[in-house]
C-alpha cells in the first residue's frame, strides 16, 4: 500500500518557483488574483458553521490547517482572522519563503516541510484547506484519508481543485499557460484533474461528508473571480468530518 503522497517531480517544479510566492506580479499572480475570493468563502463557511458572532478575528482558537501551504499565501491571512494556522508544504524552499515572509509580517505561524502522511503532530484540527493541491499529488485517496485523519470530528475540509473536462483544459491549460501566459508552461497536468463526482465519492469513503460544492469563475470585465455555479473548470468543496 502507498505510504507517501508526495510527487517529486511536482516539488521540483514548485521548488523552482519559490522565490515567486508574493511577487503580485510574478508566476503566482492568479493566486493574488483568487485569493479573496477564497479567504472570503472560507472565513464565511467557518463562521456559519461554528456559529462564530464576533467579527474582529472571527477564527479565534480555532486549530487551521493549511496543507501544500507554497509561501503561505492563504497561511497570513487565516493568520490574520485570529486562527492558530499550521501550514505544510512538501518542499523546503516554499517553507522557507513562507517562514521569511511571516516574520516581515509580524505573524506567528507554526510552518512545517511535511506531507499529511509524514506530519508529527498529535493534535488534531478544526479546519483543514486543500486548496489547490490535489491536483499535484499522488494517489488522491491515500492524500484525502491522510488529511481526514488530521480533522476533528464535525470539523470543515476545503479542497479547491479543477474538474476534469474539455473546457478546464481549454482554459486552465491551453489559455492560462500557453495563450495569456498567466501560468508557467507544464503547471497542470490535465490527467490529474478530478471529476467532483469523484471527489466527493473519494471523500465519502474517509469520513468527509459534503456540505457545499460551488464553482469559482473568473469574470475578465470586472478582473476578478467570484463564486459560480458553474463547476466546469475551477470549484470548490467543503466537506463535514463525520
Keep these: 500500500m502507498r505510504r507517501n503522497t508526495i510527487n517529486d517531480d511536482e516539488i521540483k517544479k514548485f521548488s523552482e518557483l519559490a522565490a515567486e510566492w508574493w511577487n503580485p506580479e510574478g508566476k503566482f499572480k492568479p493566486l493574488h488574483k483568487f485569493n479573496p475570493i477564497r479567504i472570503r468563502y472560507i472565513k464565511d463557511n467557518i463562521v456559519n458553521h461554528f456559529k462564530i458572532h464576533h467579527k474582529n478575528r472571527p477564527l479565534k482558537n480555532l486549530d487551521i490547517l493549511d496543507i501544500g501551504c507554497g509561501g503561505g499565501l492563504l497561511s ?18 516554499n517553507i522557507k519563503i513562507a517562514k521569511l515572509h511571516m516574520k516581515k509580517s509580524k505573524l506567528k505561524i507554526n510552518y512545517i516541510c511535511s506531507s499529511p502522511e509524514t506530519l508529527k503532530i498529535k493534535k488534531k484540527f478544526d479546519i483543514i484547506l486543500n486548496m489547490e493541491i490535489i491536483e499535484h499529488v499522488d494517489d488522491v485517496n491515500f492524500f ?13 475540509m476545503f479542497v479547491a481543485t479543477l474538474n476534469k473536462t474539455l473546457k478546464s483544459y481549454i482554459f486552465a491549460i491551453v489559455g492560462a499557460e500557453y495563450i495569456l501566459r498567466w501560468l508557467p508552461i507544464g503547471t497542470h497536468d490535465w490527467n490529474k484533474f478530478i471529476e467532483p463526482t469523484k471527489l466527493i465519492k473519494i471523500g465519502n469513503n474517509n469520513s468527509l461528508k459534503l456540505k457545499k460544492i460551488y464553482g469559482m469563475k473568473f469574470n475578465p470585465i470586472v ?6 455555479n458553474d463547476k466546469s473548470v475551477n470549484y470548490i468543496v467543503n466537506f463535514k468530518k463525520i
Design 76 to 93: 497570513e491571512p487565516m493568520s490574520r482572522l485570529g486562527g492558530n494556522v499550521t501550514g505544510i508544504d512538501a518542499s523546503e524552499k
Design 144 to 156: 484525502l484519508k491522510k488529511s481526514s485523519e488530521l480533522l476533528k470530528k464535525d470539523g470543515l
Design 223 to 228: 478582473n476578478e473571480w467570484k463564486i459560480s
